[in-house]
């Protein structure tokens, strides 16, 4: 692993001269949040998708516990809807850091009647109810997520710990103000609080980062060849829960994929950025947001990630 | 429609932004905040094509630019539905956006609604703060509050941008006796007089842009730096104070790992038997740096300080020569002393005792307000103890820096108050301290954060009577 201090350090009379970079910056306040939540709360966990934002957050756990093991189980939502690889990555991953990995099914609460499949066919607000669930029956008391403020709205006003009721609902309007870097986490029972200890990274940083500190992605995050249709502007996988329509042409073209969710709402773009290097060069440039660009789900409303919070979702 | 030029690939990576720099706006209503932060994100090309695509459509469908189209660079930073729906914002919003040089964390504070809590709230994290004047309506009561607040608070670096330049025709005369009024008012409160911060004043238009991310050629009588520039150049505050006799390191847990070591660092090839009784304490530098052989103090609340050496400093595998703030590190130590969390390494003989009697200043930042003999928690550092209030000894005016007798406080009042502690911390003065003497009030009911305390010294000790607040 890289060491953390940049080439400009300089010893001096004084003492130490050291200006870290903006990455070395946003690494050592997310591990400084980790290890806060950990000493503070009974039983975190980490919700772990596959997604790149929460294998940065389980990287930077990894480092804010060397040379011991991360001390917090991983809760992945399945939405039923998963692209193969990236179930086979997060199985990979576990088994490599030695987690326990806890999953809660959005399949099994429509079988049961408990969820039912919305008209669009997407199931990433159906998450909300299997995490809620699965964080009553662990008894978790704080989930760390992968969420950051540049990319949403909502989210720009979330705090870095923030606190849940019994229905996991975030009250925009009262949240508790967050000074220095004194995080409180007090809650009552019942509660719970959500951590974000990347809220201050953009998707930039994470690739700079991903990049810097070698990290592994499930392939889809590069450039591959793969059969795609068009729908809603976005190009849209063939896949098991993802058929195209009478008249949705099924195509083979050169994509990657921005953000991993539901297979049936994410979108593909057009890419040649096979490698990490090609990837930053490529968001550098971009002039879509990754929600805007890949998301379905988020193009519903303006207010469409304000909703889902307030329901309880990440 | 209007559209973003294209950033040439490659060109970013060949520069990539080397620090990070926190700062945050504060400003009255109508003064052009809002727009202002547009700007910075816009000209920046921190906004992409979708997001300005939406408010290209709103801009139009509000008939903004009457024929000519144009878009209102103040729904860039339209927030939630709620804030729309009342036409207000009501919650402290991050944007981020990157120069060439540094990448920028901006706090953009509302002005209106609970300024003091969302303004004490941006500023304690950030290395400079932008309050926002209206050129047509100068210094106003609630500037005097804002950079009375970011005296208290010891911001570093405050700019003024004198906003609507374009307004009263650039004119100079104007300009000059805001900057004049400014002056005055830091001067009273001895902003930019103490050697810790500095005050700097800028005519900008937001609007328009001038003097923004470029200086303007309409306001040749200004011959100082564009606002971004001054961003640009800044010292952040950890380029400041990374002094060896300030180093000071809450401990946040023990890592401790007992054979449960990482199985991908084992994979990795660690030597299982040398890290079997590995013990380091983990934490966050907050103030100055510590190479190995230096000699430093443990501080337990209750004990005597226990002198020793730090013999190893680790981070994931990468043992450091030295470390400065605000690196989060693993330290060893040469004694095995019993140090856990709540406990404080700090350079040797730089900390005096810790004390059960807290002297401070407090931002109350609650509804419910403070009463005398009230029982809360403070939060300090890495540890929380129970504490009364013993007395409140005063109320600051804002608009006169003078403080008034009162017995309590209520939202958004600034009071000087004295607390009594279950158990004695390591409390340093927050003049020279920003983060060892900060903490939080807590409820003990429902847990909620009541205020934003600020440590003093003892009213024997006469430090700190050159400053009004």
């Known amino acids: 692993m890289s060491t953390s201090l940049t080439e400009e350090t300089q010893v001096t009379e004084a003492g130490v001269s050291t200006r870290l970079s903006s990455l070395d910056t946003l690494e050592s306040e997310a591990i400084h949040?980790?290890?806060?939540?950990?000493?503070?709360?009974?039983?975190?966990?980490?919700?772990?998708?596959?997604?790149?934002?929460?294998?940065?957050?389980?990287?930077?756990?990894?480092?804010?516990?060397?040379?011991?093991?991360?001390?917090?189980?991983?809760?992945?939502?399945?939405?039923?809807?998963?692209?193969?690889?990236?179930?086979?990555?997060?199985?990979?991953?576990?088994?490599r850091l030695g987690l326990k990995l806890v999953v809660g099914s959005v399949q099994e609460f429509i079988d049961r009647g408990e969820l039912a499949e919305r008209a669009d066919g997407t199931r990433n607000p159906l998450q909300t109810v299997p995490l809620l669930d699965a964080i009553q029956q662990n008894k978790f008391d704080a989930v760390f997520g992968g969420g950051r403020r540049d990319e949403d709205k909502a989210r720009a006003k979330e705090?870095?710990?923030?606190?849940?009721?019994?229905?996991?609902?975030?009250?925009?309007?009262?949240?508790?103000?967050?000074?220095?870097?004194?995080?409180?986490g007090r809650h009552t029972v019942g509660?719970?609080?959500?951590?974000?200890?990347?809220?201050?990274?953009?998707?930039?940083?994470?690739?700079?980062?991903?990049?810097?500190?070698?990290?592994?992605?499930?392939?889809?995050?590069?450039?591959?060849?793969?059969?795609?249709?068009?729908?809603?502007?976005?190009?849209?996988?063939?896949?098991e829960v993802s058929q195209p329509r009478e008249g949705e042409e099924v195509i083979t073209k050169t994509v990657?994929?921005?953000?991993?969710?539901?297979?049936?709402?994410?979108?593909?773009?057009?890419?040649?950025?096979?490698?990490?290097?090609?990837?930053?060069?490529?968001?550098?440039?971009?002039?879509?947001t990754e929600r805007g660009a890949t998301r379905a789900d988020d193009r519903i409303s303006e207010a469409a990630m304000e909703d889902r919070k307030k329901d309880g979702y990440f | 429609m209007t559209t973003i030029s294209e950033i040439p690939?490659?060109?970013?990576?060949?520069?990539?932004?080397?620090?990070?720099?926190?700062?945050?706006?504060?400003?009255?209503?109508?003064?052009?905040?809002?727009?202002?932060?547009?700007?910075?994100?816009?000209?920046?090309?921190?906004?992409?094509?979708?997001?300005?695509?939406?408010?290209?459509?709103?801009?139009?469908d509000r008939g903004f630019g009457g024929d000519k189209g144009g878009?209102?660079?103040?729904?860039?930073?339209?927030?939630?539905?709620?804030?729309?729906?009342?036409?207000?914002?009501?919650?402290?919003?991050?944007?981020?956006?990157?120069?060439?040089?540094?990448?920028?964390?901006?706090?953009?504070?509302?002005?209106?609604?609970?300024?003091?809590?969302?303004?004490?709230?941006?500023?304690?994290?950030?290395?400079?703060?932008?309050?926002?004047?209206?050129?047509?309506?100068?210094?106003?009561?609630?500037?005097?509050?804002?950079?009375?607040?970011?005296?208290?608070?010891?911001?570093?670096?405050?700019?003024?941008?004198?906003?609507?330049?374009?307004?009263?025709?650039?004119?100079?005369?104007?300009?000059?006796?805001?900057?004049?009024?400014?002056?005055?008012?830091?001067?009273?409160?001895?902003?930019?007089a103490d050697g810790i911060s500095d005050l700097l004043v800028i005519p900008v238009s937001a609007l328009d842009g001038d003097n923004v991310v470029d200086r303007s050629e309409r306001t040749p009588w200004y011959t100082g730096p564009a606002l971004l520039e001054v961003l640009e150049t800044l010292p952040a505050a950890d380029e400041l104070e990374s002094h060896l006799e300030s180093f000071r390191f809450p401990v946040q847990l023990v890592i401790r790992p007992q054979g449960a070591l990482a199985p991908d660092a084992v994979a990795a090839g660690l030597d299982v038997e040398a890290y079997r009784d590995y013990r380091a304490y983990a934490g966050q530098i907050t103030e100055g740096s510590v190479k190995v052989g230096d000699q430093v103090s443990v501080l337990t609340p209750g004990q005597a300080p226990r002198t020793t050496t730090v013999v190893g400093i680790d981070f994931a595998g990468a043992s450091l020569a030295e470390a400065a703030a605000p690196q989060s590190v693993a330290i060893r130590l040469a004694d095995e002393f019993d140090v856990a969390r709540g406990d404080t390494i700090a350079a040797a003989g730089t900390v005096r005792e810790a004390s059960a009697d807290l002297y401070a200043a407090l931002c109350w930042l609650s509804p419910k307000p403070l009463r005398e003999g009230q029982k809360v928690l403070v939060k300090h550092g890495t540890r929380t103890v129970q504490a009364m209030v013993r007395s409140v000894s005063g109320k600051l005016d804002l608009a006169t820096f003078k403080l008034e007798g009162a017995s309590n406080l209520e939202l958004n009042d600034i009071g000087h108050a004295q607390l009594r502690l279950a158990a004695p911390l390591p409390l340093e003065n927050y003049l020279h301290h920003r983060r060892t003497g900060a903490f939080l009030v807590i409820d003990p009911l429902d847990g909620n954060t009541l205020a934003a305390g600020l440590v003093k010294d003892h009213p024997g000790d006469h430090e700190d009577e050159r400053y009004s607040i």
């Open chain 1, 33 to 95: 949040i980790i290890r806060e939540v950990v000493a503070e709360f009974e039983k975190p966990a980490l919700l772990f998708s596959g997604g790149k934002d929460s294998v940065v957050m389980l990287h930077l756990a990894t480092k804010a516990f060397w040379p011991g093991k991360v001390p917090f189980p991983v809760l992945h939502v399945d939405t039923g809807h998963n692209f193969p690889e990236v179930i086979a990555f997060r199985d990979r991953t576990v088994e």
């Open chain 1, 159 to 184: 705090r870095i710990l923030s606190l849940r009721d019994e229905f996991g609902q975030w009250d925009p309007r009262n949240q508790r103000p967050e000074l220095w870097n004194l995080y409180n």
């Open chain 1, 191 to 239: 509660q719970h609080v959500r951590a974000f200890p990347i809220s201050n990274w953009t998707e930039l940083d994470i690739w700079r980062y991903i990049e810097r500190e070698n990290i592994e992605l499930p392939g889809l995050y590069y450039a591959h060849q793969r059969e795609v249709f068009a729908r809603d502007g976005m190009w849209r996988a063939v896949g």
């Open chain 1, 256 to 288: 990657r994929y921005r953000t991993v969710g539901d297979m049936s709402c994410t979108g593909a773009v057009e890419s040649n950025a096979f490698t990490v290097s090609d990837v930053v060069v490529e968001v550098a440039a971009s002039t879509l």
């Open chain 2, 9 to 60: 690939a490659g060109s970013i990576n060949e520069a990539l932004p080397t620090t990070l720099f926190r700062f945050a706006t504060a400003g009255s209503v109508d003064d052009g905040k809002s727009t202002l932060v547009g700007r910075l994100l816009h000209d920046s090309k921190a906004i992409l094509a979708d997001q300005l695509d939406a408010v290209a459509r709103t801009s139009a």
């Open chain 2, 71 to 192: 878009i209102d660079l103040a729904l860039l930073t339209d927030g939630l539905r709620a804030e729309r729906e009342q036409g207000i914002t009501i919650d402290v919003a991050y944007r981020y956006f990157a120069t060439d040089r540094r990448s920028f964390i901006l706090a953009d504070c509302p002005g209106h609604v609970q300024y003091t809590k969302n303004t004490v709230t941006g500023a304690s994290t950030a290395d400079a703060v932008v309050v926002l004047i209206d050129a047509r309506k100068g210094v106003l009561e609630q500037t005097r509050r804002h950079l009375s607040v970011l005296q208290l608070l010891r911001v570093a670096h405050v700019i003024v941008a004198v906003n609507k330049i374009d307004l009263v025709d650039f004119s100079e005369s104007v300009f000059r006796d805001i900057e004049a009024d400014v002056q005055q008012v830091g001067r009273e409160l001895g902003l930019g």
